[in-house]
């Protein structure tokens, strides 16, 4: 006794293949939609600002009058914060990963450390920028000072290098290390000449990818004190500066038409500086592709 | 009485009678080996003789794999390793406080089941060894790796391509070059775990004629599960079963006429 | 000749060695310092939560010794720069929150769509076509996306319902909205892709559609990882700073309305440190007692997600 009415079920099949492919369309619209996004900002962005984006652009300081302005400090304080970023951010979280990977034994201790690196990338990034105000501006008396702002931005970031380089780490296979112990070599030898060469590619791309944070966010930097105008280079890293980010926010918040294709500009060459920055770690990427 | 205790006489007689008078390279005494709870090892005494190839031979489990990675102590990198008794090296007791495990490692080498070479170039491969030890001098570096190369019969493949990548060599050219990697030390004693099992018949054939020329100078510890490798290449055999030496003798003996049943059963095929 | 040469250059390796060791001091003291030099790289991510708990809880004890806190639990009206000031978070947390949930209306449908698509329709070229493009989305800095909210999406908005004030909640909502898209996007595909195959292939034998099998056999297979991502994209729009301090205005105010001015607890942080507030003033405590309320929201979310992922994984 059949149960099923087979000409039942061929005949709800129509209405069923079509949802599936009215639903099929939306969700590719919605996927769309964040493609379309994006290009509508881009578009935005180049149209309003390459008018204003020129070399006088690049190499002036900025200004009250919008045609004088330049990004000139604010470049080369981007350029500074990088130079403090990249080895803190790189040698704590290299060093970090090196001994939660190769040292550390699966204990509750190491667990407390790992869970503490996840709960850290989940916090908003202002609440940095008020840890780097109380600790290094005013307990070390660093002052609103590049070297201020790189150590805050390095702790903001440190998650990014620290989970980038275990995943490195933990790709290069065991028996490379046990070919290394067997003959004689001890366990920081294989991990200097063994396993960090072969971990360098994935752990650049994950300091790239922190720098690129690191050199767009704007927060903390507001936080500890950065001024939206400064019309001087930092001659050392106990100076103060500013950075890309800053005067596009100065420049968007100021009324004037001028002012905001100034913005527009200034959001080119971050743009710009990012896709450059992203390039490279997507050619390192490729170029040192697992062969194994 | 125990079949050990029997060959142990025999042994002691024979050894007597030998005409040439061999040292022993590695000498077990009562070895046991826990993983965790896991009685592994069980009172293991065995007397291995230099410049001979003395095989490890029995069924998955048996203990040669955990054997053979004891003699150079890299068992050790597995959590929860407990062992009693002593292995003596020359002489030795590996097992020492003072004995470090990197010195061990120099002489004696290791070479894996699957060939593991360092994603660097030939020439770097051959010469990491070397260079860990501290040896720095060009000169010496390329008589090693050209001397390592020709010892495990790959110079003449690889001589033209000493910078490339070791990974653009076949299975079995990487195999001899990790064999090349471990001559580059001039250890005493080389251990093979397995060798061959992934490798191709032709390579395996190479692999096999390396290993009987290196027996003029090195002593071969070779764990194989094929017996016919065995068989053509060793000078001694040990059968390993649940953890024990079942048996230990010349490999004539034990393939035509062997003392224990079991070794009889396996060798047979009647299970294994 | 050449076997001359060999000779004379022959020392055994071994020899060698055991030259070298005897010499090797540096890298016997290496071998022993290096671990610990590690450890306290490791505990220094320790020490950063350490100091941001730490931070926190004594500038807001100083805040609380000048504000009552049950004013500031309670109260609904935040004039801080008024004499004598008036600190109640409730207008800030209601800015914060009408962000989120706009962000959350325009984000969630958005990216579960484009999970579904790019899980169970779209070819592998397709998908690593859009995905690295979903990645840059995700990577844009903020202050871009504020300027974008503030000179495109209001004006646009405006025109729409000419009601909308210039600073207003809906504008920089809805841009939050699609900067979190690709973070429930991509974590959401990565837990359907982890359904496995063999799920997909029963339900599709039986005669399903391709959407019947995502809604009724993967969606429920995957939930807890989408679940999860929708936590933690929320979390990361409560606790976004740039785009609402460009387009949302700096009047704190606790109501239902999208369409005026608002302030949130991030940009609040902004305008004071912006100011003239010197160091110990009560305004100067109140950026650490409404960071410290913004850290809680979003580290209380944060272990929620992680629960939720833990609790209910699916044993496949």
């Known amino acids: 006794m059949k149960l099923i009415n087979h000409s039942d079920v061929i005949k709800k099949m129509k209405p069923r293949l079509l949802k599936n492919v009215i639903m099929r369309a939306l969700f590719f619209s919605a996927t769309l939609f964040g493609l379309v996004v994006l290009g509508v900002l881009f578009y935005r962005v180049l149209t309003q600002g390459i008018g204003y984006l020129d070399f006088q652009f690049l190499t002036s300081l900025p200004s009250r009058k919008p045609e004088n302005a330049g990004v000139y400090t604010a470049l080369i304080g981007t350029v500074w914060l990088m130079g403090v970023v990249a080895p803190v951010a790189l040698l704590v979280g290299v060093g970090t990963a090196i001994y939660l990977e190769e040292y550390a034994s699966k204990n509750k201790f190491t667990n407390f450390i790992q869970i503490n690196i996840s709960n850290l990338a989940g916090v908003p990034s202002i609440v940095f920028g008020l840890l780097g105000l109380t600790l290094f501006v005013r307990a070390l008396s660093l002052g609103t000072s590049v070297l201020a702002a790189g150590l805050t931005m390095s702790l903001l970031v440190l998650p990014i290098i620290i989970v980038a380089a275990q995943e490195a780490i933990r790709a290069v296979p065991n028996e490379l290390r046990e070919a290394s112990l067997g003959m004689g070599a001890t366990k920081w030898q294989t991990i200097v000449r063994v396993v960090m060469p072969a971990a360098i590619p994935g752990i650049l791309t994950g300091g790239i990818l922190a720098l690129s944070r690191a050199i767009g966010e704007t927060a903390p930097l507001v936080v500890l004190g950065l001024p939206l105008f400064l019309a001087f280079l930092p001659r050392t890293v106990f100076d103060m500066f500013t950075v890309l980010p800053m005067q596009i926010y100065n420049w968007t918040g100021r009324p004037q038409e001028e002012f905001q294709s100034l913005a527009a500009a200034g959001i080119i060459v971050l743009l710009v500086l990012l896709i450059l920055m992203n390039s490279i770690a997507v050619f390192i990427r490729n170029k040192f592709q697992k062969r194994y | 009485m125990s079949t050990v205790f029997v060959d142990k006489v025999k042994k002691a007689v024979e050894s007597t009678t030998d005409v040439n008078t061999k040292n022993s390279v590695y000498k077990t005494n009562q070895l046991n080996l826990w993983y965790g709870d896991n009685h592994a090892l069980k009172n293991i005494d065995l007397d291995i003789m230099e410049n001979e190839v003395t095989s490890i031979i029995g069924p998955s489990g048996c203990g040669k794999s955990t054997y053979i990675k004891t003699l150079n102590r890299m068992i050790e990198l597995v959590p929860g390793v407990k062992t009693a008794g002593e292995i003596n090296y020359r002489g030795r007791n590996i097992f020492d406080k003072d004995y470090g495990v990197e010195e061990l490692r120099t002489k004696v080498g290791m070479v894996f089941q699957k060939p593991n070479p360092f994603p660097k170039s030939i020439y770097e491969n051959v010469a990491y060894g070397p260079k860990i030890h501290g040896i720095r001098d060009k000169k010496i570096l390329n008589e090693i790796v050209e001397k390592s190369l020709r010892g495990a019969a790959i110079w003449d493949e690889v001589k033209d391509r000493l910078n490339q990548n070791a990974y653009g060599l076949s299975g079995g050219q990487q195999q001899r070059l990790c064999i090349a990697r471990c001559l580059a030390i001039e250890p005493d004693v080389i251990l093979m775990d397995e060798p061959t099992s992934a490798l191709d018949p032709i390579s395996t054939l190479k692999v096999e004629e390396l290993v009987q020329e290196l027996k003029e100078n090195y002593s071969i510890i070779i764990v194989t599960h094929n017996m016919q490798q065995a068989a053509r290449i060793s000078d001694k055999t040990a059968f390993f079963l649940n953890g024990e030496v079942v048996e230990f003798d010349v490999t004539d003996k034990i393939f035509s006429n062997p003392k224990d049943k079991r070794t009889e059963d396996y060798i047979t095929g009647r299970f294994g | ?316």
Do not use: C, H
């Not at chain 3, 004039?79 to 947390?93: A, K, Q």
């Not at chain 3, 769509?113 to 903020?142: H, N």
């Not at chain 3, 936590?231 to 606790?254: D, F, W």
């Not at chain 3, 305008?271 to 580290?299: M, N």
């Open chain 3, 1 to 316: 000749m050449i076997k001359q040469e060999v000779k004379a250059n022959t020392t055994s390796v071994q020899e060698l060695i055991a030259e070298r060791k005897q010499k090797n001091n540096i890298s016997r003291v290496l071998e022993i310092i290096m671990p610990k030099v590690l450890l306290i790289t490791a505990i220094l991510s320790v020490l950063t939560t350490l100091g941001i708990l730490f931070t926190l809880i004594i500038e807001t004890f100083t805040f609380f010794e000048r504000v009552n806190i049950k004013e500031f639990i309670t109260s609904k009206s935040w004039y801080p720069f008024s004499d004598p000031g008036s600190f109640g978070i409730m207008p800030l947390v209601s800015g914060t929150l009408k962000v989120t949930i706009i962000a959350g209306i325009v984000a969630v449908p958005i990216g579960l769509a484009s999970a579904i698509f790019l899980s169970e329709y779209a070819s592998d070229k397709t998908r690593r076509i859009i995905k690295p493009i979903l990645e840059v989305l995700a990577g844009i800095p903020t202050i871009v996306y504020g300027f974008f909210a503030l000179t495109f999406v209001t004006p646009l908005l405006r025109s729409m319902i000419p009601s909308l004030e210039m600073f207003n909640a809906l504008s920089p909502g809805i841009v939050i909205g699609i900067m979190i898209t690709p973070m429930i996007a991509s974590l959401s595909e990565d837990a359907m892709s982890a359904v496995p195959r063999a799920m997909r292939e029963g339900a599709l034998a039986m005669g399903s559609t391709k959407f019947e099998v995502a809604i009724k056999v993967v969606l429920p297979a995957a939930v807890s990882g989408i679940v999860s991502s929708i936590v933690l994209a929320l979390s990361r729009a409560i606790g976004e700073t740039m785009i609402v301090a460009v387009a949302g205005g700096s009047t704190p105010k606790l109501s239902f309305n999208v369409t005026e001015s608002i302030q949130t607890m991030t940009a609040y942080i902004v305008q004071v440190s912006q100011g003239d507030a010197g160091y110990g003033t009560t305004i100067y405590y109140s950026i650490y007692a409404v960071g410290f309320t913004l850290f809680l929201f979003t580290f209380l979310m944060n272990l929620l997600a992680q629960y939720i992922s833990r609790r209910f994984r699916e044993e496949y």
